[in-house]
């Protein structure tokens, strides 16, 4: 089995798990450092686990609903903790939303199951959400030996009943929790985007000194919003924020996200990647 | 405004799309949850259930690369998913199990959703059925029943009494513009999909028993009738008395018979030859 080191001062290069996204990782030997693949794919698929004979893993997770009021059941969590443990991960990537959520009921009328969700949600950026995520955390830390970080999430609208900016809600999170962050880089233009905020700016509000890993995907706009999109490459405005993230931080390891598409070209494929350890300077 | 109660109502809506098409069309059924639509941008979180189903349906991206390809540059993802979401939640269908299933589910939906005099949105209906044929047909196995009742083939012209059938398995489309012209356009970085020529085609997709080849082939509007017809059971006298009326078989009838058996896409039987199991 393969097995991830992740020295200080050194970025390792990842592709997040997809169709394709093996094979091109055997045609290009030495190329690709590791793949990061959903728990949730592993629980449905386990032979991927021999993924790892060839190429070291690194796990992402959307199952702990890290921002949400409704917990996971405790032998998803279980099961989290164990595959992280059998897989040598690193740390655990997870959304800082949520998945699961209290059952709709009207006034008078007993409420059903929770409604849980197949996708992550960007949640109510407020206090209250602050104070559950870091009561969370706290209890996945106790279930989970191995290291958390968190993942900005995609902010398409303002969550009603929000107080906070995006950034704000990070900085707010990772100033009370024992975390480091993902920063999917994507997601963070998304929000920028669809919020109005200058990404330049707000970017170097976050506690970059906390990022272990970065995202990079591409993204669309349509109907006016911009969506998340692992179909197409990184525009140059993820680069741009990316050699801006550089400048103040060093992270552990960073994964492109072009992993919805078989048809993704293999030759944008490599040339990003050579652009990113060109940008890390290890080209 | 409590975030979990604000989670739920989100959670139910993307849970059920369609629930919050109702709540965009009736404010008070939200209201009866404690939030009213100003409160929430109920068009945007319902793109974004839209989203959610787009992204369940990567697994036919490599299938139908071009038709995702076309929906990503004619901005139409969001409302098609969106659309789409709302429809299986308030028919309570669920997502098929394969990617046939779930590709002639999405173009089925797609038939009544797109409008006929939208130009794009009829370039997507020829490029979807485009790709879902080459699908059907790559993955089809061609089973010939007919080849076990049939009278030995007919080697002579054809005559009142053939029975024209296809050799292999065939789609036939009739297209208001050649898919391959679309496809050669979106290869374009921009694509130039303004200038293609909308000229209506007729398609036969064809695939022979004896290869997993699949041939894509014009046909005028005759050969078109003829191949939709000869399924190893109508006559050319009873092809000619549907088209035309009358007792006799129209010569050009005959022609164009005598034309697809040339090409291999028919053979000829004689009906009353045929023999019994």
Not at chain 2, 48 to 53: C, D, H, I, R, T
Request: net charge negative; proline share 8%; hydrophobic share 45%.
């Amino acid at each position: 089995m393969k097995y991830l080191s992740t020295p200080a001062g050194t970025t390792r290069i990842g592709l997040a798990y997809g169709p394709g996204i093996p094979e091109f990782v055997e045609a290009h030997p030495g190329l690709v450092d590791y793949i990061e693949i959903p728990f949730e794919q592993l629980r449905h698929s386990p032979l991927l686990r021999s993924l790892q004979e060839s190429v070291p893993l690194v796990l992402h997770c959307a199952s702990m609903s890290v921002a949400g009021f409704v917990p996971p059941a405790d032998a998803t969590i279980d099961a989290i903790a164990l595959e992280a443990e059998r897989m040598r991960t690193p740390w655990i990537g997870e959304h800082l939303a949520f998945v699961a959520a209290d059952p709709l009921a009207l006034p008078g009328v007993a409420p059903g199951s929770p409604t849980t969700l197949t996708y992550t949600v960007c949640p109510q950026l407020s206090e209250e959400t602050v104070q559950q995520v870091v009561d969370n955390v706290a209890l996945l830390q106790s279930r989970c030996t191995t290291p958390l970080i968190l993942e900005n999430p995609p902010q398409y609208f303002t969550v009603p009943g929000s107080t906070m900016t995006m950034v704000d809600f990070v900085n707010a999170v990772l100033s009370r929790c024992q975390v480091g962050l993902l920063l999917d880089l994507s997601h963070f233009l998304i929000a920028m985007l669809n919020t109005g905020a200058d990404a330049h700016q707000e970017v170097t509000r976050l506690p970059l000194e906390r990022v272990r890993e970065i995202h990079i995907s591409g993204l669309n706009t349509q109907s006016g919003i911009a969506w998340d999109d692992h179909a197409t490459p990184a525009p140059a405005p993820v680069f741009e924020l990316l050699e801006l993230v550089l400048a103040h931080s060093r992270p552990l390891a960073l994964t492109m996200e072009y992993n919805w598409s078989p048809n993704f070209p293999a030759s944008i494929l490599h040339a990003h990647i050579t652009r990113v350890r060109h940008l890390l300077g290890t080209a | 405004m409590s975030a979990r109660h604000v989670h739920a109502v989100m959670a139910a809506g993307l849970a059920n799309p369609h629930l919050i098409e109702r709540w965009q069309q009736e404010p008070t059924l939200l209201r009866e949850y404690g939030l009213s639509p100003a409160d929430i941008d109920l068009p945007a979180l319902w793109k974004f259930a839209g989203l959610a189903v787009k992204v369940r349906h990567n697994g036919l991206r490599g299938d139908l690369p071009w038709t995702f390809r076309l929906l990503n540059v004619l901005g139409l993802e969001a409302d098609i998913f969106a659309s789409y979401g709302s429809f299986l939640a308030k028919t309570g269908t669920s997502l098929g199990n394969s990617s046939e299933a779930r590709a002639h589910d999405l173009c089925a939906f797609l038939e009544g959703w797109l409008d006929g005099e939208n130009p794009g949105h009829c370039l997507l209906w020829d490029l979807i059925r485009h790709e879902l044929a080459l699908m059907q047909l790559c993955k089809t196995s061609t089973p010939d029943p007919f080849l076990q009742t049939l009278a030995p083939l007919d080697q002579g012209s054809p005559c009142a009494a053939t029975v024209p059938r296809i050799c292999g398995t065939i789609v036939l489309h009739a297209m208001r513009c050649d898919p391959q012209t679309v496809i050669a356009a979106l290869r374009h970085v921009s694509p130039p999909l303004h200038t293609l020529p909308r000229e209506p085609v007729h398609l036969c997709y064809w695939r022979q028993a004896s290869t997993s080849d699949i041939q894509i082939l014009h046909v005028d509007e005759l050969g078109f009738y003829l191949l939709s017809c000869s399924d190893g059971s109508v006559s050319a006298a009873d092809l000619s008395r549907r088209l035309v009326g009358g007792r006799r078989v129209a010569p050009n009838l005959l022609n164009g018979l005598a034309q697809l058996r040339e090409a291999g896409i028919l053979s000829f039987h004689n009906k009353a030859k045929k023999t019994a199991r």
